[in-house]
């Protein structure tokens, strides 16, 4: 799995620096490439937590393809729960996955993009409690299969820097049904990120005729 997110991640740079080598190609023909990150709220047993992630992608007109890495800001807490065979201890959660995407631009305009992305990861999520000495004792984990369907509204503040927010909903596939109940819920972000391939294609620019200007 780490290969594949490496050699993704790879295609898109290089799409990068080959939309910086074709400038004077058909508009439609380049790839931009993306990268943001997320700053996101979402809920486990039904309680607001933070959720963190970032994601790099490629756009086409108007489809984006993308892979995200996404993960809880801190453990998800339950204070005084009582264990079987254990007695009351406190229970963490920790979530993270990774998500491949696609969307498709509904509006697409040089300030204002509207998309609706979907996508499908693979992550875990894993439980464990605290011993009265403070050791952390690992229950369980479980291998997620997380489905995500959302709107987004983005903007362009620079031609290289844009914000976001965007919400939708989260379902999770998994072995065990009380992951899926606690974990599958509604989801919001807010999003920043860069044009890398713009800031690229310019950097480039300005290196020619740089160049140029000193021969």
Same mark, same amino acid.
């Given at each position: 799995?780490?290969?594949?997110?490496?050699?993704?991640?790879?295609?898109?740079?290089?799409?990068?620096?080959?939309?910086?080598?074709?400038?004077?190609?058909?508009?439609?023909?380049?790839?931009?490439?993306?990268?943001?990150?997320?700053?996101?709220?979402?809920?486990?047993?039904?309680?607001?937590?933070?959720?963190?992630?970032? #994601? *790099?992608? $490629?756009?086409?007109? @108007?489809?984006?393809?993308?892979?995200?890495?996404?993960?809880?800001? !801190?453990?998800? /807490?339950?204070?005084?729960?009582?264990?079987?065979?254990?007695?009351?201890?406190?229970?963490?959660?920790?979530?993270?996955?990774?998500?491949?995407?696609?969307?498709?631009?509904?509006?697409?305009?040089?300030?204002?993009?509207?998309?609706?992305?979907?996508?499908?990861?693979?992550?875990?999520?894993?439980?464990?409690?605290?011993?009265?000495?403070? #050791? *952390?004792? $690992?229950?369980?984990? @479980?291998?997620?299969?997380?489905?995500?369907?959302?709107?987004?509204? !983005?903007?362009? /503040?620079?031609?290289?820097?844009?914000?976001?927010?965007?919400?939708?909903?989260?379902?999770?596939?998994?072995?065990?049904?009380?992951?899926?109940?606690?974990?599958?819920?509604?989801?919001?972000?807010?999003?920043?990120?860069?044009?890398?391939?713009?800031?690229?294609?310019?950097?480039?620019?300005?290196?020619?005729?740089?160049?140029?200007?000193?021969?």
């Amino acid at each position: 799995m780490r290969q594949v997110c490496v050699l993704f991640a790879c295609l898109l740079f290089e799409l990068g620096f080959a939309q910086a080598d074709t400038v004077l190609a058909p508009p439609k023909a380049a790839f931009r490439v993306l990268f943001n990150f997320d700053f996101r709220r979402t809920y486990v047993n039904a309680d607001p937590v933070r959720f963190y992630g970032f #994601r *790099l992608a $490629a756009q086409r007109d @108007n489809d984006v393809i993308g892979i995200g890495f996404y993960g809880l800001g !801190d453990p998800y /807490i339950q204070t005084e729960q009582q264990l079987p065979g254990i007695g009351k201890r406190e229970l963490r959660t920790e979530f993270d996955f990774t998500a491949f995407s696609y969307e498709r631009m509904l509006v697409n305009t040089p300030r204002w993009q509207i998309g609706i992305p979907i996508s499908a990861g693979l992550g875990n999520y894993r439980r464990s409690y605290v011993e009265p000495d403070g #050791r *952390l004792v $690992a229950i369980s984990t @479980n291998e997620l299969v997380p489905l995500e369907a959302s709107l987004h509204i !983005d903007y362009n /503040i620079l031609w290289w820097v844009f914000i976001g927010v965007g919400g939708g909903y989260r379902h999770v596939l998994a072995a065990d049904p009380a992951a899926t109940r606690t974990l599958s819920d509604w989801t919001y972000y807010l999003k920043a990120g860069l044009r890398l391939g713009e800031v690229v294609k310019r950097v480039r620019r300005n290196g020619k005729r740089n160049d140029h200007g000193t021969e």
